[in-house]
């Protein structure tokens, strides 16, 4: 198949497959949440639940054509792929990007730039995602992109270990994405069968040596992953949760990680029990407030991975949603995607500069808050307090192409001495009691960003 047309045929439909990639993985909200006992574990989860906001990296070989991750080689009645091609063929052509992937302007300082200048504070990074492919340089294999194309002979082919000191550099709580499923290892999907879907492609009751194969293979990495070569890892965060950590002998590996590094945060995702520290609705806010640790993973676009001319979220609409997650208990990390260069590309990063600028004048709104039970007391309008509960915090979220309203009221009680303080610019202004509502005047000619206010009762 020619590789252009590849590219064109499957960037017309990569937003539809993200849309649907992980459909079956949503976790019921506030279900079944097992609070840890590990005393070290919730003073991690306590200050990982102050960060409220985080960068979710997807970069592997699906950067090269710049389609969604992974998943166009799951043979799934949902997923198509271009016409002409045969299944087989498109796999190994899928295979074979790993050949060509050169991202010679690989920086990772630039991704913790912009992630910083966004006001982010922590990122959980793809170290493989399900179609196998290593960012890491694993002794366990040789699809990596440490060995496997033109990136071998670059100083800093061992990816992972490159990204995750950048970040912490910039301060940021480092966290590693492993999938579990693994499409290119022959103990999970065997050559000698086909690969009707995304589970293994064999009984694994028929052959135990090869699901045993499998095992050994991702707990060694799991092992390599926390072992002290990449540093500190504060989250381990497993994805594909049609295997569940147990399966893989998740405890053992934790057991292990949590001696070099104690009170690391494990998220098995979607599999409840002790090994999900906190719960992550993906592509969705929960319809009501949760009061135990959860995040909210969704794309800055409509896709996990860089795709071209990708339909980026407004500032407004990022900030909108963030207010909203926050106000119900819960953290977000937000999709970024470098592209096969190895940057984030200037559309998403001025996008992300907008909202780090609003950040860093309202951000008292949002990190170290915790909710209040009144925390949506007028559409649009998101409360937070402060810990110790003497500040209100209230974020009116801007829709896209909506002007600055005139005034902002709710249901209510009056802030003390009927003063509040607009964050955007720092202006203390007037609230006044009406019945039960509380109003607040806006002055004329600010900026047409969400409005955030801070005030005591």
């Known amino acids: 198949m020619k590789f252009a047309k590849i590219i064109l045929c499957l960037s017309l439909f990569c937003g539809a497959v993200g849309m649907r990639a992980q459909e079956n993985d949503i976790v019921k909200q506030a279900d079944g949440y097992e609070w ?5 574990v919730l003073a991690k989860l306590s200050d990982w639940q102050d960060l409220k906001f985080g960068a979710l990296i997807h970069w592997g070989l699906y950067a090269v054509p710049g389609i969604v991750e992974s998943w166009s080689i799951c043979n ?3 997923i198509t792929r271009p016409e002409g091609s045969t299944y087989e063929g498109y796999k190994q052509w899928y295979w074979d990007l790993s050949k060509v992937f050169n991202p010679y302007a690989f920086d990772p300082n630039q991704w913790a730039d912009v992630a910083q200048n966004a006001g982010m504070k922590y990122v959980i990074f793809t170290t493989k995602h399900h179609d196998g492919f290593c960012m890491f340089d694993s002794q366990y294999t040789d699809f990596s992109i440490a060995k496997a194309g033109p990136f071998a002979r670059n100083p800093k082919k061992d990816v992972a270990k490159h990204v995750f000191q950048a970040f912490r550099d910039h301060g940021f709580m480092v966290g590693a994405y492993y999938s579990k499923p693994d499409w290119h290892h022959h103990g999970f999907w065997n050559p000698y069968y086909a690969t009707p879907n995304r589970m293994p492609n064999y009984k694994i009751q028929d052959h135990p040596d090869w699901w045993q194969s499998y095992v050994d293979y991702t707990q060694n990495q799991l092992n390599e992953l926390t072992s002290g070569k990449y540093g500190q890892i504060d989250i381990l965060w497993l994805d594909g949760g049609w295997i569940t950590g147990s399966q893989v002998g998740i405890e053992g590996v934790l057991e292990k990680a949590r001696v070099r590094y104690p009170g690391m945060i494990a998220v098995d995702r979607t599999i409840q029990g002790p090994n999900e520290n906190y719960q992550t609705p993906e592509r969705m ?10 995040e909210s993973c969704l794309t800055h676009s409509n896709d996990w991975g860089w795709v071209p001319n990708a339909p980026y979220k407004s500032a407004r609409k990022v900030i909108g949603i963030l ?8 953290c977000l990390v937000l999709g970024v995607g470098p592209n096969a260069q190895g940057l984030v590309e200037e559309k998403q990063v001025v996008i992300l500069n907008e909202i780090g600028a609003w ?12 909710t209040i039970e009144a925390y949506n007391p007028a559409e649009k309008l998101w409360v937070t307090a402060s810990k110790d509960g003497a500040t209100r915090y209230a974020i009116y979220a801007l829709d896209d192409e909506e002007k600055v309203p005139a005034e902002i009221a709710w249901e209510g009680q009056l802030p003390a001495g009927g003063k509040v303080t607009l964050l955007n610019t720092g202006k203390v202004l007037k609230a006044v009691q009406k019945g039960s509502r509380v109003v607040v005047a806006l002055p004329k000619n600010l900026p047409e960003e969400p409005i955030a206010l801070s005030y005591n009762l």
């Open 36 to 40: 840890p006992t590990d005393p070290q």
């Open 323 to 330: 207010a909203e997650i926050v106000a119900k208990g819960g």
């Open 285 to 294: 806010i929960p319809e009501t407030q949760i009061n135990h640790p959860w």
């Open 76 to 78: 799934e009645g949902w």
């Open 359 to 370: 950040m860093r004048r309202c951000g008292a709104a949002i990190y170290a808050t915790r």
